[in-house]
């Protein structure tokens, strides 16, 4: 399934001075249509360069 919109939010930490700063992460906003899905539940899973994988079940009838 493709993705109707995709944008991210970039997390930054800063020193103690506040005269440098560099991210640390990203907040990734993934969005998609619901037309073609024909069940009641989603399985999310999120694969980062390095570390585990993360699944999440998201039940859509609470979503609404």
Same mark, same amino acid.
């Given at each position: 399934m493709a993705a109707t919109k995709v944008s991210a939010?970039?997390?930054y930490a800063s020193d103690p001075d506040g !005269? #440098?700063?560099w991210v640390t992460?990203?907040?990734v906003f993934i969005q998609?249509?619901?037309a073609g899905? !024909? #069940?009641d539940s989603?399985?999310?899973e999120v694969i980062p360069p390095g570390g585990a994988s993360?699944?999440?079940t998201?039940?859509?009838g609470r979503l609404s």
């Open positions: 939010q970039l997390l !005269d #440098s700063s992460g990203a907040n998609f249509s619901v899905v !024909d #069940s989603v399985d999310v993360v699944r999440a998201f039940d859509l």
